[in-house]
């Protein structure tokens, strides 16, 4: 047997209506948008944050790729501080990956070989500018820990079925629509048709339904066929009206919006040029484990056109003449010092316990030289904070705050998630802050993340 043991998620705190994208249109939905300094490794690594990392495999679905010619499941299992060597798998193509990736590690806890595997499906897709409100977008990235220990819900059933036509797909770069009519009746509609018939469902034990499909509102009538009650089994998609059509995390989205619903077994249908089925149970699992974390989310709206546009690092950083900089070139110092800037270990005095972020040649209070390694929390008070006109910055100036960590330890950082100053998110000294983890310079030619921290 597999179970749903933890999951976490992550969503940019910045929203954007469509209303701000199009007023005339009268939409009520919203996106959440990435700030400057997060992509899908630093939306993936906060959805980690409060699951277990003792697991002997990491997959990592995404359709909008941060690397090629690398594994983002191997970066990302090293960032967590996983051992070298682990299997670890992306996942693409389509935004059927997270549940492809969800459907694998089922199949693979169920085998026996694997205990405990670390699912992640993570996307920032942005369309076209001037073309937001043709496409469905929204920033997020969801964390699951499939194991064969006891959780939140048992997986008691996975089948894909592919379909070898497609509806809507990109070639040579160029986005490709076969006749919709025929396409979504002999792709779609069979596809999931022949899902429904072979998966061997009985509708009558399922309390939730979740289809996940641009097309879903023409497969209403093959599913009451099939003996579902669509107005009471069909569950609503909340999620894409709160942040967005998540692409590759949007079936594990609705999956847990579905948990955290507690209203028993559930089936998602996650269909994109095939079908993969998903059943869940709750019976004789834990609910308790539920964290309740889908909707209690806080967010900042974005006013207007032009501040998103920043956001998306239009303007400043596509100008003529603008070109980026290689600012952290040595590999080999990075990989040296990454105890610290990656996993945030410090150093503890072994006579006084005084403790430090970077290691010295003995310790201030004491003048003892030895040292043992302590790992830092991410969260601290402000001891100085000061306001620097540094290059390159989308919302000038940056705060740079020194932090006394809680537990010991201090450090500078800068200020993040700051893009409209207020009395909420003025940091001063006293003020208690956290560490996040983001992008350390938005213009990079290389991979560069580091700690900064925001107002709690």
């Known amino acids: ?145 499939i194991s064969a220990d006891a959780g939140i819900a048992e997986i008691t059933n996975t089948k894909s079925y592919s379909s070898a036509l497609a509806e809507d797909f990109d070639y040579k770069g160029e986005n490709v629509q076969y006749d919709a009519r025929f396409a979504r009746t002999d792709g779609f509609k069979k596809n999931l048709g022949l899902a429904l018939k072979e998966s061997n469902i009985n509708a009558s034990e399922i309390n939730q339904v979740i289809l996940h499909s641009p097309y879903a509102k023409i497969a209403f009538g093959q599913l009451k066929k099939a003996g579902f009650d669509l107005e009471t089994q069909l569950m609503k998609d909340t999620v894409a009206a709160e942040v967005g059509n998540t692409g590759a995390c949007h079936g594990l989205f609705l999956l847990i919006n579905a948990l955290e619903s507690h209203k028993g077994d559930t089936i998602l249908f996650d269909y994109l040029n095939g079908t993969n089925v998903i059943q869940i149970s ?116 940056t705060n740079m705050v020194v932090i006394d960590l809680d537990g010991g330890g201090r450090m500078t950082v800068q200020q993040t998630d700051d893009m409209f100053p207020t009395e909420e998110n003025t940091i001063k000294i006293g003020d208690k802050v956290e560490l996040v983890f983001r992008k350390m310079m938005e213009n990079d030619k290389k991979p560069n993340y580091f700690w900064k921290c925001i107002k709690k």
Do not use: W
């Open 1 to 145: 047997m597999s179970y749903i043991k933890e999951y976490g998620i992550a969503v940019p705190e910045f929203r954007i209506s469509d209303k701000t994208l199009h007023p005339r249109l009268g939409r009520k939905g919203q996106h959440a948008v990435c700030y400057t300094d997060q992509d899908i490794i630093t939306l993936a690594f906060e959805a980690c944050q409060n699951v277990s990392k003792d697991v002997d495999a990491v997959f990592f679905a995404t359709t909008t790729p941060a690397f090629k010619n690398r594994y983002h499941a191997s970066y990302f299992a090293d960032l967590l501080g996983l051992d070298q060597g682990i299997l670890a798998m992306d996942f693409g193509t389509s935004v059927r990956a997270g549940s492809d990736a969800l459907l694998m590690a089922d199949k693979l806890v169920k085998s026996g070989e694997y205990k405990n595997i670390l699912v992640i499906a993570s996307e920032v897709y942005y369309p076209e500018i001037g073309k937001e409100i043709r496409a469905a977008f929204g920033h997020a990235a969801v964390a699951m820990i």
């Open 282 to 397: 709750k019976n004789d699992c834990h609910p308790e484990l539920v964290e309740g974390q889908s909707f209690n989310l806080q967010s900042t709206n974005i006013e207007n056109y032009q501040d998103y546009l920043q956001l998306r690092k239009q303007g400043k950083f596509t100008g003529r003449g603008y070109e980026s900089i290689e600012m952290f070139s040595s590999e080999m110092i990075s990989e040296r010092e990454k105890d610290g800037l990656i996993y945030l270990r410090g150093y503890e005095c072994a006579k006084c316990g005084t403790v430090y972020y970077m290691n010295a040649a003995r310790c201030n209070a004491c003048h003892h030289k030895e040292f043992k390694q302590k790992q830092l929390q991410k969260t601290g008070t402000v001891y100085a904070v000061t306001s620097e006109h540094y290059f390159p910055n989308s919302f000038a100036p």
